[in-house]
């Protein structure tokens, strides 16, 4: 179960900390203009440029030598062509950071303070970006009593005891944090908006929720709310959620005209309508499209947008049950309404078409809406992935999933470039993520798995950066007081964490061998005769799924090749051969290993590699503090307990089942 951590204040995060600024270079900046972001701007300076230089100073244009604005306001005549855009040069003896608007400019200044933390000397600042992702938005699934569904970090930062619980200072930090990786976009609470949180759209909390999209805003985060759909029933008494209920499209609009008199930064909703027991469409026979387009009007004079969800299956299956396979769920829901959306609302697609597996294909429904805005779906919080008590860096797979050729529009249509397509209004593409805070001290109960949230920012503004890189920055920012051999040793066990906890955990893209409800640690058989539609079906000859043309035919869902590719077990990758395939013990991977042996070995190797994990930690103890270094150390050990206990109950069970030794004779627990 999850280690509980005791919740003081804030501490280190990859912006700068006090007690560092050695720097000799005098910086002396003017921000010129006025604007929102552009007072941001100078609290940011303030705060954060005399951790990292000596001698700061805000100062009039004519003093200063860094100098900060849009290129209009600096009387230029240069643009970056994007309003999220900046450029950062020299000229002569001053630096200029510059943006065709005021969130250009921010993001500008973030990439110079990135670039002082690093030590890079003033005039050789030269940079020239702008983000390929139009959506780049945080998900909590923060709960009015605090909780936060499937959070590892303690309890909310927003909420507790159904009170507004943040202070605004904790807001500013929070928002920094987020702005300085180029997030755009967040919610505040959970995508499951019970009957407490359907009031957050009423004006028993607009007033407080007000304050904080002023607070997000300064920063160019957009707030949004996840809402009820049923809210016109619970809030408005009506009898019906029925969208095309004239009543019910009455209730929304002025519902939400009455959020827009609060808040008019309002985002819009995010929405999960007949998914999990939630509220939807079908309840009246409507489809998707007919729930979010009413959604969608409603917001639409204000410029809002609705966020829908693409998580919608039965999860009330009958194990029994062969012909429904859930992995068709949302690409059937879907793809047959492409077209049919109102262009202010965007699908909110999971990665994959289960549910944020450590391997999981990408989702087919990717590469299949051609005209329907949408973004891509992460999960941060690692509730699949070892709930921030087991390391493990996502970025690796993200990059992986990003990098995926779709061959939507022919060889060559990775998933990055559908994410990063721009819309005419410049909404419509780029991805989301369930966020991994909390109120712990660390922000994210492992410190390492901060690593996860910067590395989300990072690839979301440019996804063709190297996740290994991201990861080294990351540290050398966050770690900077400690040596760089800890770094390193930080950096080694991060690259490798997602392959080792692929390796202990379930084989070859099978998923869901994992104890229900809470889904940490393993339980082979926890969901195998479940409704949820999350089956292995191993028997004494074999494990996996068909979902070939034999099976449930899934594989139809994606494009040629990667059909061809997925449904051939001959070319099938095999870190994916078990989610497309039902073969024998003794199916030979083209590692040139026997699927039996493979299982073994993963989960040999993934112990073994934990223990390196945690004695390299030991190595470094001298080299930090205390209180780091045994906060780590007990989640190292917490993980290794985790992975023996995966690797015997697997291998115990596998050799079970198929009455076939391990061929290096290691202990199996028979
Ligand atoms: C997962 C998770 C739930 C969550 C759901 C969702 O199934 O376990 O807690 O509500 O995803 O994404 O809606």
């Known amino acids: 179960m999850p280690i509980q951590e005791k919740t003081r204040a804030r501490d280190t995060c990859w912006l700068p900390e006090e007690g560092q600024g050695h720097r000799a270079e005098k910086v002396h900046i003017s921000v010129v203009g006025n604007g929102f972001r552009l007072d941001t701007i100078k609290k940011v300076a303030q705060t954060y440029l005399p951790r990292i230089f000596a001698d700061v100073d805000i100062v009039d244009a004519e003093f200063a030598n860094v100098i900060v604005g849009t290129f209009a306001d600096l009387g230029r005549s240069e643009r970056v062509g994007h309003q999220e855009g900046y450029r950062i040069f020299a000229d002569g003896s001053q630096l200029i950071i510059a943006g065709d608007t005021e969130f250009g400019v921010l993001y500008g200044f973030y990439e110079f303070l990135k670039k002082s933390q690093q030590g890079c000397p003033l005039l050789t600042m030269e940079a020239e970006d702008q983000p390929a992702m139009e959506v780049r938005m945080i998900n909590h699934w923060d709960n009015l009593d605090g909780s936060v569904e499937r959070g590892y970090a303690g309890k909310s930062l927003f909420f507790d005891n159904n009170a507004w619980a943040a202070s605004d200072e904790e807001i500013v930090q929070y928002a920094e944090m987020l702005s300085s990786i180029g997030i755009n976009a967040l919610t505040i609470n959970n995508v499951n908006v019970h009957a407490k949180e359907t009031e957050l759209i009423t004006e028993k909390w607009l007033p407080q929720l007000a304050k904080v999209a002023n607070l997000f805003d300064a920063y160019h985060i957009t707030l949004f709310l996840s809402a009820n759909f049923a809210s016109p029933m619970t809030l408005g008494h009506l009898q019906t959620a029925d969208p095309l209920d004239k009543r019910v499209v009455h209730w929304w609009k002025t519902q939400v005209e009455e959020i827009y008199k609060y808040i008019p930064t309002f985002g819009g909703f995010v929405i999960k309508a007949d998914s999990e027991h939630r509220p939807g469409p079908f309840t009246y026979g409507r489809t998707h499209a007919q729930g979010a387009n009413m959604l969608a009007d409603a917001l639409k004079p204000y410029g809002g947008v609705v966020f829908w969800r693409c998580f919608v299956y039965d999860c009330l299956q009958d194990w029994r049950d062969r012909s429904t396979d859930r992995a068709k769920a949302a690409y059937e829901h879907f793809a047959p309404l492409d077209g049919t959306f109102a262009d202010n609302v965007i699908l909110q697609i999971k990665n994959g078409p289960m549910d944020f597996q450590v391997r999981e294909p990408v989702s087919p429904l990717f590469g299949a809406l051609t ?13 699949y992935t070892g709930q921030q008590i087991d390391v493990c860096y996502l970025p690796m797979q993200w990059q992986e999933i990003w990098s995926f050729d ?7 249509t990775k998933i990055a470039d559908l994410l990063s397509s721009r819309q005419q209004d410049g909404k419509g593409k780029g991805v ?17 798995a901060q690593a996860n949230l910067y590395g989300y920012g990072q690839l979301a503004w440019n996804p063709e950066q190297c996740p290994r890189k991201i990861a080294e920055e990351w540290a050398k920012r966050t770690y900077a007081h400690l040596s760089a051999e800890v770094r390193q040793t930080i950096c080694s066990i991060l ?3 997602w392959s080792v906890y692929e390796a202990y955990t379930a084989p070859l893209g099978v998923g869901w061998m994992v104890n229900t409800g809470h889904h940490y640690g393993p339980n082979v058989n926890g969901y195998e ?3 949820w539609g999350t089956y292995h079906f191993s028997d004494r000859s074999g494990l996996g799924v068909d979902r070939t043309k034999t099976g449930s035919n899934y594989i139809s869902q994606y494009k040629q090749p990667v059909a061809e590719l997925y449904g051939n077990v001959a070319t099938c990758p095999d870190e994916l051969l078990l989610f497309f395939h039902h073969v024998p013990y003794t199916h030979m991977l083209k590692s040139g290993k026997t699927v039996i042996q493979h299982i073994y070995d993963a989960h040999f190797e993934g112990v073994e590699e934990v223990e390196a994990f945690l004695e390299a930690w030991e190595g470094q103890k001298e080299a930090m503090p205390d209180s780091l270094y045994m ?3 007990e989640r ?5 307990a985790n992975a023996r206990e995966w690797r015997d109950q697997v291998n115990t069970y596998y050799y079970r089942m198929s009455g076939i030794n391990d061929e290096r004779g290691r202990t199996i627990y028979k």
């Open 406 to 412: 779709t061959h939507a529009n022919g060889e060559g």
């Open 529 to 531: 005769y479940s409704p």
């Open 631 to 633: 906060h780590v150390k």
């Open 432 to 448: 989301t993520a369930v966020s991994n805070i909390g109120n712990n001290q660390n922000w994210t109960g492992h410190p390492f």
């Open 636 to 640: 190292f050990e917490a993980q290794l």
């Open 495 to 497: 690259k490798r964490s």
């Open 371 to 383: 005209q329907t805005n949408y973004v891509m779906e992460l999960q941060i919080t690692q509730e």
